[in-house]
């Protein structure tokens, strides 16, 4: 099985090395990283001065990977266990898959509760004072290196 937590750390290593050839300032310390294995409860919120790239992994398999800017705090911490909260949610995603879906235990009303017994989360919170293109650009340099199932 393959390690989603060293997978992650190597894509992080190269998105710095990435961002300095942007001439873009970010050190391998300014990322501090969550990892909530499944079982996992999601955040209560987004810590103050932070914003956040958080993804999801069943297993070694990337799902989803998103962004949450200082006042996305609902994005971050609730609106993906819930098919109807947001257009776009893990959990909308997850009941499209006709594998997943037809399990006489997964529904609309079990989708969150699904996704945490049984998916891996991982939060990067990067300071606010790097702005929402730094924020943007590892959103995207981790959609290229995971290659997400979720993810148009």
Not at 38 to 67: N, Q, T
Not at 71 to 99: E, F, M, V
């Amino acid at each position: 099985m393959n390690d989603w937590k060293a997978d992650l750390e190597s894509a992080l290593n190269g998105f710095v090395k990435g961002a300095g050839l942007a001439r873009a300032s970010i050190r391998q310390e300014d990322i501090q990283v969550e990892y909530l294995e499944a079982s996992h409860k999601p955040p209560s919120r987004l810590p103050k001065g932070k914003m956040a790239v958080y993804g999801f992994w069943l297993g070694s398999e990337c799902l989803k990977i998103g962004i949450a800017g200082p006042s996305s705090i609902a994005r971050y911490t609730s609106q993906h266990y819930n098919p109807k909260s947001a257009q776009s949610t893990l959990a909308a995603s997850l009941l499209k898959n006709t594998g997943i879906s037809e399990r006489s235990h997964f529904n609309q009303n079990s989708a969150g509760d699904w996704i945490k017994s049984n998916c891996h989360r991982v939060n990067i919170l990067l300071d606010t004072n790097h702005g929402m293109l730094m924020l943007r650009l590892l959103e995207s340099f981790l959609h290229l290196y995971f290659r997400p199932r979720y993810e148009k």
